[in-house]
Structures are given as structure tokens and as C-alpha cells.
Nanobody, 122 residues
Framework: EVQLVESGGGLVQPGGSLRLSCAAS????????MSWVRQAPGKGLEWVSG????????TYGDSVKGRFTISRDNAKNTLFLQMNSLKPEDTAVYSC???????????????WGQGTQVTVSS
């Protein structure tokens, strides 16, 4: 059974940083691209960032480019999202999502986790 469990969310002031983690199990993590997605209150699902199997190719949504960094540790079956210069509009539930392929396909996922809440507020 595929399981994706996020952690690391919390309350942070504008301009602050957080590092999210996603522990994956139930599948061969190193064979699939992974993404981070988020959903703000009252809004639809937004793709945030994606990374290919080896970690050498990463992509970002325009709203987070230059502030967020995605990475993965295939030996530990873990996906990360380093978030810097956080803004109130980054407030959302952040989830990791598994791609059906080795490359990132925005909007196409086979599984995603329950998510972790990130709140940016003073």
C-alpha cells in the first residue's frame, strides 16, 4: 500500500522559513517523480514543485520560483521542500504527490498524502 506522510508544517512569520518532509513507503520511491502540491482555504489544488527520479531535474510554479527548493533522498525514501521568504499567500495545506512516471507531469498523480498545514502570519 502506497503511503505518503508529510511533516514539518506550522505557523511562521512572513519572511520566515520552513522545511517540509514527506516519508514514502509501499512503492519503489527512486523510480518515480514526485511533486509538492498545496491547497489554500477556498481554493483549488495548486502544483508547487516537481522533481525527477534522480533529483537532477526540478521545476517550480511561478509563485514559488526562487523561494522554494525541492529535493529528495532516495536512500531514505524521503521528499523535501525547503521554503524561504514565506508570504501570507503561501498559507495552505501542503501535500506530496507521486507521479505515474519517472518524469514530472503537472496535474497527474497516482497518490498523495493527507498534507501538513503551513500558516504564514504575523
Amino acid at each position: 500500500e502506497v503511503q505518503l506522510v508529510e511533516s514539518g508544517g506550522g505557523l511562521v512569520q512572513p519572511g520566515g522559513s520552513l522545511r517540509l518532509s514527506c516519508a514514502a513507503s509501499g512503492f519503489t520511491f527512486s523510480r518515480y517523480a514526485m511533486s509538492w502540491v498545496r491547497q489554500a482555504p477556498g481554493k483549488g489544488l495548486e502544483w508547487v514543485s516537481g522533481i525527477n527520479t534522480g533529483g537532477g531535474s526540478t521545476t517550480y510554479g511561478d509563485s514559488v520560483k526562487g523561494r522554494f527548493t525541492i529535493s529528495r533522498d532516495n536512500a531514505k525514501n524521503t521528499l523535501f521542500l525547503q521554503m524561504n521568504s514565506l508570504k501570507p499567500e503561501d498559507t495552505a495545506v501542503y501535500s506530496c504527490a507521486k507521479s505515474p512516471l519517472a518524469s514530472v507531469v503537472v496535474g497527474t498523480y497516482t497518490h498523495w498524502g493527507q498534507g501538513t498545514q503551513v500558516t504564514v502570519s504575523s
